[in-house]
């Protein structure tokens, strides 16, 4: 697509001309929560079932043939969208799988009591309780970078002094609370220069910019495909090599092995090493066929698109009475997702409200409480835009939105 339509976008969803039980349309601002899948995605899937569903890499038919050779070229495909080899490219369930497995696999193998490990508070619990429990076994200490409330950015002098000594640093590429996108080359840089490995968590990221592997730089970055138009149970771990050949085995089983008798078992080495029974087939080929369908798009068009919704949305809400935001778009590098609340009404009615005029959003701490204890808040209200919504679904956002302030906030 040379210029950015977002209709011809749209027009390969077909759940956006979903009409609700109450017979609003759907105007579906959850993103950040997951994506929607366009026709390519269902296709691949479907026809993978309907067609050569088989098992990977242990037979000898047709079937298994197809099969084999649809699993790996999604993972050439995806691999090199990413700017990596596919032999740094691990399959794993998503996000909460690929941390889990640094932790496990890499880090309980190579860190040891008083190993220091820097997260920060504006990280999801998937990249917050693994390290705890690693903690609680192995005895590292974790060291949290705050946040700058003035800027809803990370504090960057924080960093700097949390940084000496420390073994890792683990930090979320975009937030999926307050839509910050997160200096992470200079957080790289910095982590380098002190000799600390770093882990990106890009489940957010990936959605709303290209994200190159191997420019970047990180040692481990962690993808979700269900956020970028991919479907649910997939996503992957992209892991350098050296920190790939410092793994141990995650979970055991079935074709990480090389030979097992009664004695003992022998692995097998690198990638192999880490993914274990049977391969997520159909997944596989759902998310190479959105990596397909996504590199049709223009990121930098999508970019500008969501950003231009998102601050229509923000100025927008900055003029209903009783609104606070706790995101600003304008930010560089922003996503399309804006937290809000309203002092009179809680969030959970202020969603249910907006439910009633078609408006998907999502409510609660986003799996990221001590965000919400630095915010001073139990939870948020959170749009999250992505490529294919409109100025038309803000509007109406907006309309419903100062209708139920109105009628309910005063
Ligand atoms: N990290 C961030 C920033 C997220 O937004 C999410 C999901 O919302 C996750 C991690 C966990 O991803 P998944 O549930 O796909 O494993």
Redesign the pocket.
């Known amino acids: 697509m040379s210029m950015y339509d977002v209709e011809e976008i749209r027009s390969d969803f077909p759940i956006l001309g979903r009409i609700l039980p109450n017979g609003k349309p759907l105007v579906y601002f959850d993103n ?2 997951t994506s929607q899948k366009p026709n390519a995605v269902i296709d691949a899937m479907s026809t993978y079932y309907k067609t050569y569903n088989s098992n990977a890499h242990r037979g000898a038919h047709t079937l298994a043939d197809e099969a084999t050779t649809a699993l790996e070229d999604a993972r050439e495909s995806i691999a090199a969208f990413f700017g990596a080899t596919p032999s740094n490219l691990i399959y794993t ?7 889990n497995l640094v932790a496990y696999a890499w880090a309980r193998k190579n860190l040891a009591e008083g190993d220091a490990v820097v997260l920060t508070e504006m ?5 917050i309780v693994p390290w705890q429990e690693l903690s609680k076994e192995i005895g590292i200490e974790l060291r949290y970078v705050p946040l700058d409330l003035e800027k809803m950015s990370l504090d960057m002098e924080a960093y700097k002094h949390a940084l000496p000594g420390a073994a890792l640093v683990c930090v ?5 609370v307050l839509g910050t996108r997160n200096p992470i080359e200079e957080i790289i840089a910095l982590a380098k220069a002190s000799g600390a490995r770093t882990l990106i ?1 890009a ?2 990221g990936a959605s709303h910019e290209r994200i190159n592997f191997e420019e970047l730089g990180a040692d481990f970055v ?1 993808l ?1 495909a ?2 970028m138009a991919g479907p ?1 149970g997939i ?1 992957g771990l992209l892991i350098a090599n050296d920190a790939l050949a410092q793994c141990g085995p995650f979970l055991t089983g079935g074709q990480m092995i090389r030979s097992v008798s009664t004695d003992g078992s022998v692995y097998r080495d690198g990638a192999a090493l880490l993914e274990t029974g049977t391969p997520r087939i159909a997944e596989a080929i759902g998310w190479g066929a959105a990596i397909d369908w996504l590199s049709k798009i223009d990121f930098d068009q999508m970019h500008d698109h969501i950003k231009a919704l998102a601050m229509m949305a923000y100025e927008g809400m900055r003029e209903i009475d009783g609104i606070t935001l706790y995101s600003d778009p304008s930010r560089p590098g922003s996503s399309g997702t804006i937290s809000f609340l309203h002092e009179r009404i809680a969030s959970d009615d202020l969603a249910m409200l907006l439910n009633e005029g078609g408006i998907a959003l999502r409510t609660g701490q ?3 409480q001590p965000l919400m204890d630095a915010l001073g808040v139990a939870s948020t209200n959170r749009i999250s835009l992505w490529l294919y919504n409109t100025e038309e679904e803000i509007q109406s956002f907006l309309t419903h939105l100062r209708m139920v302030c109105e009628r309910f906030g005063a």
Do not use: L, P, R
């Open positions: 950040a929560a369930s998503g996000t909460t799988e690929a941390i990280e999801h619990h998937a990249d979320v590429h975009t937030s999926n968590d489940a957010q962690t979700s269900h956020k649910t996503g986003h799996c990221a």
